[in-house]
């Protein structure tokens, strides 16, 4: 019985309380009314629309890029067996560094080859300046000096050819006109930057269809924007830029565009616009980061709530519009609103019949009313 007694005194203390917080009354004409204890124990505020500036805005998306010149993929002029690679992705690399290095026989063949062609031509031009002399002396026919021409010129070509594959595997030349030979090349770095591909392992092979590795400059990062063909003329040089990347952080970041494309070659029918990062950005980010951004091509003012002010609900703008001010209460109807520019503390609000600057709304205390 006791137990019961409790209960029933516990239900009442609940539904009381429940009582007391909802003081809003909503009649069956859909106004929302507060009386004047709830609205100052809840420090609500009324306000009127005012002018504030506003960023007029063309919306974009992209990623964090770097120009071509500073993005180097690592591959083997020939192919060979990977014998070493001491570096792993995210490690500094400076330009001329050793990164790799690869074992094959076909290094050894290109050098005998080199050697062979190197001490025929010298036997080749003198006996090609020999026939030319016997030639112009009447002594020899003219087939002997064009074919002592051909063969020396065709060593020669040979010659630099293949000296130009040494250079390109990076074996001197001199080393192996001395005799010395290496089954071992190694690839160098042409920029200094960030590793940030590795396909790489001991004892891999490599073909010079496979890249290696990527190094990338980090200190040119920049924005790459694709800009759509309606906005495109709305974009200038040195406009500002704030951006963000949804998928790491809400922080905004700043830029501005450095350049504009001049030609629409994406199949969405979009324009590549770049901007450029501060110095302190470029350590915190990542080439290929995805992300939004806002291009600011100009400011506007119109009339403004502030953002708490606005009701959000199925894709529909609203504000409690205030309609009566009696002694005892607030009575407030709730407004569909269509609305303009967004900034970070404001939302534009377009006039029209229902609303306008003298219009009266509740500023400050909405969501304890919707919620």
């Known amino acids: 019985m006791i137990k019961n007694s409790i209960l029933i005194a516990l239900i009442g203390l609940f539904i009381s309380c429940k009582e007391e917080k909802t003081e809003v009354e909503t009649p069956s004409n859909g106004l929302i009314t507060v009386t004047k204890e709830q609205f100052q124990s809840s420090k609500m505020e009324i306000a ?22 500073y993005r180097a993929k690592i591959t083997p002029f020939i192919g060979g067996y990977v014998k070493s690679c001491q570096f792993l992705v995210g490690n500094k690399v400076s330009k001329g560094q050793v990164l790799v290095t690869l074992e094959n026989t076909e290094y050894l063949d290109i050098q005998k080859d080199y050697v062979e062609v190197a001490e025929q ?98 200190q040119h990062l920049l924005l790459n924007l694709n800009v759509f063909e309606s906005d495109i003329l709305k974009i200038k040089e040195g406009q500002n830029i704030e951006f963000t990347i949804p998928q790491a952080s809400k922080e905004v970041y700043k830029s501005k565009v450095k350049t504009v494309g001049k030609s629409i070659e994406n199949k969405d029918r979009s324009i590549s616009v770049f901007g450029v990062l501060e110095p302190d950005l470029k350590d915190k980010l990542l080439s290929g980061m995805f992300v939004e951004a806002s291009i600011i091509t100009a400011t506007k003012t119109g009339l ?24 005892t209460n607030f009575s407030f109807k709730r407004t569909l609103v269509k609305i303009g520019a967004v900034s970070e503390k404001f939302t534009e609000i377009i006039p029209d019949k229902n609303i306008h600057q003298q219009s009266k709304i509740l500023a400050k205390g909405v969501f304890d009313l919707t919620n």
């Open 48 to 69: 009127t629309l005012v002018e504030n500036e506003f960023n007029v805005i063309v919306s974009a998306s992209g990623k964090i890029d770097v120009p071509t010149q």
């Open 121 to 218: 031509i010298n036997y080749l031009k003198s006996e090609f300046e020999r026939q030319k002399t016997l030639y112009n002396e009447k002594i020899t026919s003219q087939k002997n000096y064009l074919k002592a021409e051909s063969d020396y010129r065709q060593a020669k070509g040979m010659y630099q050819g293949l000296r130009e594959k040494l250079l390109l595997l990076n074996i001197n030349p001199a080393n192996v006109e001395k005799g010395k030979f290496t089954s071992v090349i190694t690839l160098t770095s042409p920029i200094s930057g960030d590793i940030t591909v590795m396909n790489a392992n001991v004892g891999m092979f490599m073909s010079p269809s496979d890249v290696i590795m990527e190094v990338v400059d980090t």
């Open 304 to 327: 403004s709530i502030p953002n708490e002010a606005l009701i959000k609900s199925d894709g529909k703008n609203y504000v409690l519009l205030q309609v009566k001010d009696l002694n």
